[in-house]
């Protein structure tokens, strides 16, 4: 679970949580944020056929950080859903645990509060070429997932004549285990490539708990600042879950080492895995406009 910079650092001593790389592997420069990860994402019931199902050998595409944006302490993407217009105001997609307010208790959700945030925008080469700036935190919460979206001052058909970056879409289906997925951070510039390798029924860490949560295979070993990654499939080129933790030490349900719980409340600790959060949920809470309806059909998110 990725914190805020300056809180991260002084907050070492107290979790535990181990400085993030001096240089990262594209030669970003230090002052990153500590470990990243560790909250919840949008939730998903327990059984679903889905979690089960492999992926075919589909034709896999190029992922690039094209549509991805900086934090000041995380990572994030301008992300679209199924039926939003050009014309509709855009979207930040990051980590609850990213908000620049701090980490939101169990049970706490933010909805519409007013925000300045600024996002740094990437094109296909991790070359920043704008700056974005937020209006408002649309959505917040790490209760049953992990996940913040904010709304910007600019629409995406202004961003896409104004830059020539497009909007990455949120798929608004279940993901498939097997799937091959790039998690794609704009706050280190790099992409890490795995699959998907199945799902946890619940994800515990410290106070907070996610369900349903996707587990990679292990070659996506992602570091501190990946927090609020979008996951693309490779094959699609769609965002189908939010990148949020890993446990880095081997430590049993505690910050920076989450560990899963099955049906029937037995606990399995993987170190060195890394997971995120699906999102598939969202697109439902969204109506006309890129406005947020909770009590929209279909909208499960969890409520203030």
């Not at 400085?19 to 990860?37: E, F, N, Q, Y």
């Not at 998907?196 to 907070?208: H, Q």
């Not at 920076?256 to 895995?273: L, M, S």
Request: proline content about 5%.
């Amino acid at each position: 679970m990725s914190k805020p910079l300056l809180a991260a650092l002084a907050a070492l001593a107290i979790t535990g949580i181990g400085a993030a790389p001096a240089v990262a592997a594209d030669g970003t420069p230090a002052g990153a944020p500590t470990a990243d990860h560790g909250v919840a994402r949008a939730a998903a019931q327990a059984g679903t056929p889905a979690a089960i199902r492999t992926a075919e050998a589909p034709t896999l595409k190029a992922v690039t950080l094209a549509g991805t944006v900086a934090l000041s302490n995380c990572s994030g993407s301008v992300i679209r859903f199924p039926r939003s217009a050009d014309t509709d105001p855009a979207l930040v997609l990051s980590n609850g645990h990213c908000l620049e307010t701090g980490f939101p208790g169990p049970g706490q959700v933010v909805v519409n509060r007013s925000s300045s945030r600024t996002f740094g925008l990437l094109n296909s080469s991790g070359t920043r070429v704008a700056t974005l700036r937020a209006n408002k935190i649309v959505y917040g919460t790490m209760t049953d997932t992990d996940v913040s979206i904010y709304q910007l001052t600019t629409t995406y058909a202004a961003i896409r004549s104004n830059y020539g970056i497009s909007a990455l879409t949120v798929q608004d289906t279940h993901p498939v285990a097997g799937t091959a997925i790039t998690v794609a951070s704009g706050y280190w510039k790099r992409l890490y490539s795995c699959n998907i390798d199945g799902f946890a029924y619940r994800l515990k860490e410290g106070d907070w708990t996610w369900k349903d949560s996707v587990r990679y295979t292990s070659a996506c070993n992602t570091i501190g600042g990946t927090s609020g990654s979008p996951v693309i499939d490779q094959a699609t080129g769609k965002v189908v879950a939010v990148n949020n933790t890993g446990n880095e030490d081997g430590g049993r349900c505690t910050v920076n080492n989450p560990c899963e719980i099955d049906q029937n409340g037995n606990v399995t600790v993987r170190q060195g895995i890394n997971y995120a959060q699906e999102i598939y949920q969202i697109p439902a809470c969204f109506t006309t406009g890129n406005r947020l309806d909770l009590n929209a059909s279909g909208c499960v998110l969890p409520k203030p």
